[in-house]
C-alpha cells in the first residue's frame, strides 16, 4: 500500500512467472486485491502477470516510456532500499544482497516518517508500535489481562481512536506533502525555475558521474577529474591522476569545489586503474606498491625501481626518466 508500507520481495529474475508468483504470495494473498496498479512497461509486467491482473479484476496502468516521475514513489523506495544495501555489502558479499533485504525493509517500515505525520508505516497499519528485537523480554514483562472488561475496552477505545483521528491525520499530511512535491515539479517543468547554466574552463576541477555495472557497489562513486580541454557540444576532456583522458558530456559533470586539490599529488594518494600496467614490467598488478610520476604519470613498481624501493614515497615523485631528462621544475627547485 503507497500510504502505508513496502511490500519488498527479492527475486532470482525478471520473468512474469517469477513477478506473477511473487505478486500472489506477497500481496493478493496476504493484504487482499488492490483497485489499481501503476507498474512501468517492462516484459515482467506482461504475459502471466496480466492475466493474473485480469482474473483478479485488477486496473492495471502502465506509465510512459522512459518517464518514471509517473510512479515516483516506488522509485525513491528503489533508491532508499539500494542505498542501504551497499552500507551492508561494504563487509559483505554483494552476491548475498537478498538475505539482508528484509532488515532493511524493516528499518523502513519502522521509522517513524514526517510525511506521515511523525508515525511508522507499521503503526497505521497494525494500529500498535513494532515490538523491536531485543526489547520482546520487556514487552513480553508487561502484564496484559484481557480477561478484566475494563482493559479490554481501553484497548479497543485506543485502536478505535488511532483509526477515527491519527490514521486521517497521517494521511492528510501525507497528501499535503504531495501536494507541494508535485507544485515543485510543475514549476520545474513549467521553465518558471531558471537552472544556474554551467561553465567549465581549463584547469576546473569536476566530479564525473560513472557508470555502474553492479548498483550495490559503493565505491563506484563520483571521480574528480581535472578539465583538460573544452570540445563543441558540451564535450569536455578530462584528465585523472594516472595521466589518462576521457571525453563525456558536461551533462555527466558537476563542479568540483573542494580546496584541499593540489596540481602536484603526494604519491601515496595517487593509485593506479585496475588494468593500469608498470613501465618497467608491463604487469598490471599490486598497485598499492606503484607510485606515479608527478611529471608524466606513468607508473612504476617500487620493486622495479633501480635501486627498488621499500615503500611508496611520501609528497612529490618523478621516475627515474623525468629526472634523468631534467625536463621538470618542483616548486622548491631543480631536480638533480
Keep these: 500500500s503507497q500510504d502505508t508500507t513496502f511490500i519488498i520481495v527479492p527475486t532470482a529474475d525478471k520473468e512474469a512467472q517469477t513477478v506473477a508468483e511473487a505478486f500472489t504470495r506477497e500481496v493478493l494473498t496476504t493484504f487482499g486485491?488492490?483497485?489499481?496498479?501503476?507498474?512501468?512497461?517492462?516484459?515482467?509486467?506482461?504475459?502471466?502477470?496480466?492475466?493474473?491482473?485480469?482474473?483478479?479484476?485488477?486496473?492495471?496502468?502502465?506509465?510512459?516510456?522512459h518517464h518514471p516521475q509517473?510512479?515516483?514513489?516506488?522509485?525513491?523506495?528503489?533508491?532508499?532500499?539500494?542505498?542501504?544495501?551497499?552500507?551492508?555489502?561494504?563487509?559483505?558479499?554483494?552476491?548475498?544482497?537478498?538475505?539482508?533485504?528484509?532488515?532493511?525493509?524493516?528499518?523502513?517500515?519502522?521509522?517513524?516518517?514526517?510525511?506521515?505525520?511523525?508515525?511508522?508505516?507499521?503503526?497505521?497499519?497494525?494500529?500498535?508500535?513494532?515490538v523491536l528485537p531485543g526489547t520482546v523480554r520487556a514487552a513480553l514483562e508487561e502484564p496484559l489481562d484481557l480477561d478484566r472488561p475494563d482493559r479490554l475496552r481501553a484497548l479497543v477505545a485506543e485502536r478505535a481512536a488511532l483509526f477515527r483521528k491519527w490514521v486521517p491525520m497521517a494521511m492528510g499530511n501525507m497528501q499535503i506533502?504531495?501536494?507541494?512535491?508535485?507544485?515543485?515539479?510543475?514549476?520545474?517543468r513549467s521553465g518558471a525555475w531558471k537552472p544556474q547554466i554551467l561553465r567549465y574552463a581549463v584547469g576546473d576541477y569536476v566530479y564525473l558521474q560513472r557508470e555502474m555495472l553492479n548498483t550495490l557497489d559503493s565505491r563506484a562513486g563520483p571521480r574528480i577529474l581535472r578539465v583538460k580541454q573544452v570540445r563543441a557540444g558540451g564535450?569536455?576532456?578530462?584528465?585523472?591522476?594516472?595521466a589518462r583522458t576521457v571525453r563525456v558530456h558536461m551533462e555527466l559533470c558537476a563542479p568540483c569545489h573542494r580546496t584541499d586539490i593540489d596540481d602536484r599529488q603526494d604519491a601515496r594518494l595517487a593509485r593506479p586503474t585496475v588494468d593500469f600496467?608498470?613501465?618497467?614490467?608491463?604487469?598490471?598488478?599490486?598497485?598499492?606498491?606503484?607510485?606515479?610520476?608527478?611529471?608524466?604519470?606513468?607508473?612504476?613498481?617500487?620493486?622495479?625501481?633501480?635501486?627498488?624501493?621499500?615503500?611508496?614515497?611520501?609528497?612529490?615523485?618523478?621516475?627515474?626518466?623525468?629526472?634523468?631528462?631534467?625536463?621538470?621544475?618542483?616548486?622548491?627547485?631543480t631536480i638533480e
Excluded at 483497485?35 to 517492462?42: C, K, M, P, Q
Excluded at 522509485?75 to 528484509?102: F, T
Excluded at 506533502?177 to 520545474?188: E, I, P, S, V
Excluded at 564535450?235 to 594516472?242: F, I, M, N, R, Y
Aim: with cysteine; hydrophobic share 40%; proline share 5%.
Design 33 to 65: 486485491a488492490c483497485a489499481e496498479i501503476v507498474t512501468d512497461r517492462g516484459g515482467e509486467f506482461g504475459g502471466v502477470f496480466q492475466e493474473l491482473l485480469d482474473r483478479s479484476h485488477i486496473d492495471h496502468r502502465s506509465t510512459s516510456s
Design 70 to 130: 509517473a510512479n515516483g514513489l516506488s522509485e525513491r523506495i528503489v533508491g532508499v532500499v539500494k542505498g542501504a544495501l551497499r552500507k551492508w555489502c561494504l563487509g559483505h558479499a554483494a552476491e548475498q544482497w537478498d538475505v539482508y533485504l528484509p532488515w532493511v525493509a524493516m528499518g523502513y517500515r519502522f521509522s517513524a516518517q514526517a510525511s506521515l505525520g511523525g508515525f511508522s508505516p507499521y503503526m497505521l497499519l497494525f494500529g500498535r508500535e513494532p
Design 177 to 188: 506533502a504531495q501536494h507541494r512535491d508535485t507544485l515543485r515539479y510543475a514549476k520545474t
Design 235 to 242: 564535450v569536455l576532456e578530462l584528465e585523472g591522476a594516472d
Design 277 to 333: 600496467a608498470c613501465t618497467e614490467c608491463r604487469r598490471a598488478d599490486d598497485e598499492a606498491s606503484m607510485p606515479l610520476c608527478d611529471g608524466c604519470g606513468a607508473g612504476w613498481h617500487t620493486r622495479c625501481l633501480v635501486p627498488p624501493l621499500a615503500a611508496v614515497p611520501e609528497g612529490e615523485w618523478f621516475c627515474p626518466r623525468c629526472q634523468a631528462a631534467q625536463a621538470l621544475i618542483s616548486p622548491v627547485g
